[in-house]
């Protein structure tokens, strides 16, 4: 670890520790005194809130799998018996099929704080793409737990998403039955992917904390996009962000328990509520609402394989941002053109979204939604790739502040703003003293008189 401890262990059971397997001083160093910038504001807390998100659901999915059955024919069963019979069951799947939602939703806000802040470029290009590796990783396990309530939609989806991979040229096929186990989706595909839901999520925490030891690495962000000149820019994380980011995980665990208990079917299909049948295709069958922008891209191409490859390069794309960026401002804050570019490309991800989920010969405000999903399309790869090179070497920036303290601690006309608890408690003492100074000089002053 970089930069020389402060911990000092009391106890001789701590020193011994100490000395064969530091723990206790990692997490000192790391998440106690760690020096972190003192002006991040709401939207650094996602992190904390998508590794509670991150718990919750491996600790749900460990007790539902005691009680699963991955069978083609059971599978369905299971799931109701779960809801039904197992003490609580109702619960526990509830928070684990509401904790998929709400992990995307956390995820999303999290990625785009990233973009908006300009949190992958350098030195955090590799902060990036594990991050984005993390992602991609996350869609797989949602795509594999989709499909093992062994419903209309799982079966369909799964059927569906995994023709998808015929097309590639000569290959295909052959990639096709071996996700399958045989020639059509069945009681292997269901064993296949229900070892691998188990599985990859504790590959995922193993990510996590290789994503979390490269940002202690180049340290953290901030919302200004400048980085540390002086003690004075930053405050350590203990107390004062383990702090903010537990309020702020229990406001989005209350949430998260409104869904779980108002509305545990809020993100969820009718047809979840239905066995699979292969003989019977529902008439629209769309994936779960963290897939839909994507599935409406793969739907506005009318070609199968050019469709895949626009799907596929959607999130390949992420991965070349800290490279497409022609910008030497990382803020978003101080860049008013991109900003504006930015918001519309949140728009054209909405927008997809909403696509996905109609019919294909839906329309929207009298347009076909496949040629809306298509100018959204078509906006979401111009965003990366001719937007953020371009824009970064014609764009007028604003002036940026000479450092985080000055910004954090000076607003308009030199008030002082946005303290935190330390500077915060300090500037009311100070005024306290100087009242009671005031104070005591008046009564003086009467008392002479």
Not at 99 to 127: D, N
Request: a positive charge.
């Amino acid at each position: 670890m970089p930069g020389r401890s402060s911990y000092n262990p009391k106890s001789s059971l701590a020193k011994w520790l100490d000395t064969r397997l530091p723990l206790p001083r990692m997490i000192h160093d790391q998440f106690i005194v760690f020096q972190t910038p003192r002006n991040l504001n709401i939207w650094y807390t996602f992190g904390g809130i998508l590794a509670f998100s991150l718990g919750v659901q491996i600790l749900s999915g460990i007790v539902l799998a005691m009680h699963y059955v991955a069978s083609a024919e059971l599978a369905f069963d299971a799931i109701e018996r779960i809801m039904r019979d197992v003490n609580y069951g109702w619960l526990i799947r509830s928070v684990h099929a509401t904790g998929a939602s709400m992990f995307f939703i956390a995820v999303y806000i999290h990625m785009l704080r990233g973009l908006y802040y300009g949190s992958y470029k350098a030195p955090r290009e590799l902060l990036w793409i594990i991050g984005v590796l993390n992602y991609l990783l996350m869609m797989t396990i949602a795509f594999l737990g989709y499909v093992l309530p062994w419903s209309q939609t799982s079966f369909w989806g799964a059927t569906v998403i995994i023709n998808l991979f015929g097309a590639i040229p000569f290959i295909g096929t052959h990639i096709t039955i071996w996700l399958q186990g045989d020639f059509a989706v069945g009681d292997i595909t269901l064993n296949r992917f229900f070892a691998l839901h188990y599985l990859l999520p504790f590959v995922l925490v193993g990510m996590v904390g290789l994503h979390i030891w490269a940002l202690h690495l180049v340290r953290n962000n901030n919302p200004l996009g400048i980085d540390v000149t002086s003690e004075q820019d930053t405050i350590p994380f203990h107390p004062y962000y383990t702090t903010k980011d537990t309020f702020y995980v229990l406001v989005f665990a209350i949430v998260f328990a409104y869904f779980v208990f108002f509305a545990p079917d809020f993100f969820a299909s009718p047809n979840n509520y239905e066995p699979a049948d292969p003989l019977k295709t529902p008439p629209n069958i769309v994936p779960e609402w963290y897939f839909l922008p994507f599935y409406a891209m793969l739907r506005a191409i009318p070609d199968k394989l050019f469709g895949v490859m626009v799907m596929v390069g959607a999130i390949v794309t992420l991965f070349f941002v800290p490279w497409l960026d022609s910008s030497a401002i990382r803020s978003n804050r101080f860049r008013p053109l991109m900003k504006r570019c930015f918001w519309a490309f949140v728009m054209a991800c909405v927008v997809l979204g909403y696509c996905g989920a109609q019919p294909a010969d839906a329309t929207m405000a009298g347009v076909p939604v496949v040629w809306v999903a298509r100018l959204a399309t078509l906006y979401y790869f111009a965003f990366f790739w001719l937007i953020m090179p371009v824009v970064g070497l014609i764009e007028v920036p604003i002036k940026l502040p000479a450092s985080i303290a000055q910004s954090a601690l000076a607003g308009p006309g030199g008030t002082r703003s946005h303290l935190p608890v330390r500077d915060a408690w300090s500037a009311i003492l100070s005024t306290a003293s100087r009242q009671s100074s005031i104070v005591a000089k008046a009564t003086s002053a009467r008392k002479r008189r």
